[in-house]
């Protein structure tokens, strides 16, 4: 079966994504007609340069943020931003590194640590060879899914190796990665799904204050309580407990510097 057009709700277009539930009327020759999108319980977002928001996916439960170990590089700030998302929308997500045999033996053994540190679930995998696939498709069982990261990092080979249909692109000579997925596409699983997403080099969280920003970051919220000042933005005020925190090793450079970026590069 395939849907062969969308009514009209209220004189305007209405565009279902990966992860809809919707109500179909069934026409004479097995196409069908989208007659309602049911409401969503969640929705993933990204916004274009103009500034334009497009939803991506909807009723997730699960983010799983894929990050290549190199080609191209990690990209920890665009990390930070999803985990902090799911934070701040109350979903739950895992942190999934890829392409383990190209990376530094010793970054990926820190960053494992650090973000399993954070008790967020986090896996080293190989999709092309196997290894560790299999854990992954036991975090994913019984969830609705999304792969979710910068383009060229794996995603879709990863739907692939769990039995989605997607195609696999290259990196470009730059080491940036090449969107080959234009569109979500949904792969349903034993109660659940799972959905491979576009690359979202152009996510961010937008404009957002210290507070709810540091709230977003597990480790920040008890260590904030000791700054001096109650609005603290952890920037530069003196007497900072979360800048001491950096200073001696309790949060990670490269979590406060994603911190500092977001709080002060809103995307």
Excluded: W
């Amino acid at each position: 079966m395939r849907i062969a057009q969308l009514r009209r709700m209220a004189g305007e277009r209405f565009m279902p994504v990966p992860g809809d539930v919707v109500t179909v009327r069934i026409l004479e020759d097995g196409q069908a007609v989208v007659e309602r999108i049911e409401p969503r319980g969640f929705t993933l977002e990204r916004r274009s340069a103009g500034g334009r928001a497009k939803t991506m996916a909807a009723n997730v439960d699960l983010l799983v943020t894929v990050t290549a170990l190199a080609n191209p590089p990690p990209r920890l700030v665009t990390l930070d931003q999803l985990l902090a998302f799911s934070e701040i929308e109350n979903i739950a997500a895992a942190v999934v590194f890829t392409k383990p045999d190209l990376g530094d033996p010793n970054e990926m053994a820190a960053l494992t640590h650090l973000y399993s540190s954070l008790e967020y679930p986090a896996l080293v995998i190989n999709p092309k060879t196997g290894d560790n696939v299999g854990a992954l498709r036991e975090l994913i069982a019984g969830h609705h899914a999304l792969l979710v990261g910068n383009s060229g990092v794996g995603k879709s080979t990863i739907f692939r190796s769990l039995g989605g249909d997607s195609t696999i692109g290259d990196v470009s000579r730059y080491g940036l990665g090449r969107q080959t997925t234009t569109a979500g596409r949904l792969y349903r699983l034993e109660n659940g799904f799972l959905i491979d997403s576009p690359g979202i080099n152009e996510f961010g969280l937008g404009a957002i204050d210290a507070a709810t920003l540091a709230g977003a970051f597990c480790e920040m919220p008890e260590i904030a309580r000791r700054c001096r000042f109650t609005d603290c933005t952890h920037l530069q005020e003196p007497d900072c407990a979360v800048q001491a925190a950096v200073a001696g090793g309790t949060i990670a450079p490269s979590r406060y510097a994603s911190y500092r970026k977001m709080l002060l590069e809103p995307t």
